[in-house]
């Protein structure tokens, strides 16, 4: 993590496996199921290269039209079932840990913060999208 930023974490359990749970978290295909803050917002497609060096993206839209962003990066470190550690197209860096405890698993995301909002704000997002991303995998 930079030195210079705040630096954000957010943390869930998920009652699943590691491997489910990674499985979930990586291909586009449930990507696009669960990464959202709000039922107002989706994300139409992904792509994920999941290497050290790969490359990713995800489309984040608001599904009545009005707004949208893509939101995407490298892969600095990928551990398997592990660790993802990847820089996002604006230079922050983002660490997710993963730690299975046989039929659950413990998620910490780390981010840095970026300056145009609220600390407080980005982590209630990031939270919602992990929250989601927590009863997406239980439920399926």
Known sequence: MSTTAIVITVKTT?????????????????ITKWCSATEEWHTPTATNDLRTGGSFSSRMEA??????FDFGGVYDEVREHEYIAYTMGDGRKVQVKFTGNSNSTDIEESFDAESMNPAEMQRAGWQAILDNFKKYTEQH
């Open 63 to 68: 599904k009545d039209g009005s707004m949208g």
């Open 14 to 30: 998920v009652q699943a496996p590691v491997a489910k749970v990674w499985e979930y978290w990586n291909k586009p295909e449930h």
